[in-house]
Each structure stands twice: as C-alpha cells, then as structure tokens.
C-alpha cells in the first residue's frame, strides 16, 4: 500500500535588509568622492601650484596667489576697483537688455517661421562670422569712444549668442506639440506664447548665459580699444606698467563676476526649466 506522502509547506528564509551604515569608512568615502570636495581639493591644488610657482618666478611678468590677493584687497578698500566696475555695469545692463529683447524677439520670429528666416538668414550669418574686433575702429569713427561705443561694442558680442541659440531652440521644438496644437486649430501667436516659449526655455537660458558671457569679453575689449576706462582700462594700465598682482586681481574680479552672474542664472533655470538640468551638480 503505497504512503501517502503529506505536503508540507516550504519554509522560506528570514530575508532582512540592513541599513545603510551611515557612519565609519563608507560615511567618509561617500565625503571623500563627492563632487563638492573634489571640486575643494582642485581648488586648493590650483592655489598651491599658483602659488609655488608665483614665488619662483619673475615678480614682473607674474604674481602669486599671495600677492594677488593682497592687490585685491587693496583695490577694493581703496575704490579703485569698483570705480572701474561703476561704468561698466551701466554698460553690460544697456547692452544685455537690449540683447535680450532683440535676441529673443527675433530667435522666436525667425526660428518660427521660415521665409523671414530664409530672408535674413545670409546677413545675420555673415555679421555672425565677421570678427568683432575689426569692428571696433568703424564703431569708434561712427559713435566715438564713450559710452555709446561701448555699448555698441557689448550688443555686438551678446546678441548673435543669445538670438542663435533661441533660434535653434525654436526649431527643434518637438513637432507633436505643434501637430496636437494644431489640431486643435490654435492660432499662430497663441501656439508661439502658449506651445513653442516653454518648450524653448532652456534654450533661451542657455542663450543667456552665453551672451552674458561674451558681453563681458565685448566690455574687456571696449576698455581695451575705446576709452581706457572701466575693468579693461583697469587692466590694461595695471599691465602696462608691469603691476602684476593688480592686474592679475582686476582680471579675478572679472571671473568672480562672471561666475556670479551664471550662477544667478543656473538657479532661474533650475527654476523655470528643472527637466534641462536633471541629475546635474
């Protein structure tokens, strides 16, 4: 007679997680491999090596971390450097918000509809590729060497960086944004605010960015090519007359600027397109 064999249940295993260990070695290698102190050490790395070799070498032709810093301070505490700061931000916020008003007016028209486009394309690609500095001697018999020339000087660096780019964003909106809004008959002005300008946010930032950037190159070299004022007047003199730490600090002030300014507009990007910059630092 056969057994009958009486089923058992399985017995299954005792599966636990165990926390994450948030303290000891892999606390400290998670610290120790983190974009922020990699960025701290390359710093610091940057500064020693600056430094090392600004004591080494020739005190007229360089300066050290040390001696710039000391510059630094000194043309801060003096007025000296925001003296050379005061005319040129007038400058930059004239220059770039006209920048952005055209830059972004015409990215948007042109990139939307394409015989104006085809229509101007030619002029402003060969402006685009003429070099800005063998412009600056026509701008300067045309306009003089003041504030208006440099102006002048600023918008011609930032537009065609903000315009281009706001461009492109527009043509390569996705098309099945445009399909679905035009089945549901959306008018042309309404698609352009409602469909195709939030699609294009992070182009028009990128736009920004860029044309801040090169609008700071365009008030270095007004100050170096027009009327020797201003940060790249500053620089210049300081070069001239082989004060090193000073102009390697008037040059500083430029990048903290600069850096700065993009910051300020990482974060409205952060804010108005998160998506752009998913999983970035």
């Known amino acids: ?7 058992r249940p399985t017995p299954t295993a005792d599966i636990r997680l165990s926390p994450i260990d948030e303290s000891g070695p892999g606390r400290w290698r998670r610290v120790a491999t983190s974009d922020w102190t990699i960025r701290a050490v390359s710093f610091v790395v940057f500064i020693a090596v600056w430094e090392s070799y600004g004591r080494s070498t020739n005190t007229v032709t360089f300066a050290s971390a040390s001696r710039t810093w000391d510059a630094f301070y000194e043309l801060t505490t003096s007025g000296d450097l925001w003296e050379a700061w005061r005319s040129d931000l007038g400058i930059m916020v004239t220059a770039l918000s006209l920048a952005t008003v055209f830059g972004l007016t015409l990215g948007f028209v042109l990139g939307r509809f394409k015989t104006p486009d085809t229509f101007f394309e030619p002029v402003f690609n060969a402006l685009f590729m003429t070099p800005k500095v063998a412009l600056l001697p026509i701008i300067a018999l045309w306009l003089g060497f003041q504030f208006n020339a440099k102006v002048v000087v600023v918008l011609m660096f930032s537009f065609f960086e903000i315009f281009f780019t706001v461009r492109t964003g527009v043509k390569v909106t996705d098309a099945e944004y445009i399909d679905v809004a035009r089945a549901y008959a959306i008018p042309d002005g309404m698609m352009l605010r409602k469909v195709i300008a939030p699609a294009s946010l992070p182009y028009v930032i990128t736009g920004l960015r860029l044309g801040l950037l090169h609008g700071m190159v365009g008030v270095v070299l007004a100050g170096f090519f027009l ?12 070069s001239a007359e082989y004060r090193m730490p000073a102009t390697f600090a008037a040059m500083i002030s430029v990048m903290f600027f600069g850096v700065t300014m993009n910051a300020i507009l990482r974060l409205l990007e952060r804010r108005v397109a998160p998506w752009n910059i998913k999983g970035a630092t």
């Not at 009327?227 to 300081?238: A, D, P, Q, T, V």
């Open 1 to 7: 007679m056969a057994q009958e064999t009486e089923a």
């Open 227 to 238: 009327e020797n004022s201003g940060i790249g007047g500053l620089i210049s003199r300081e």
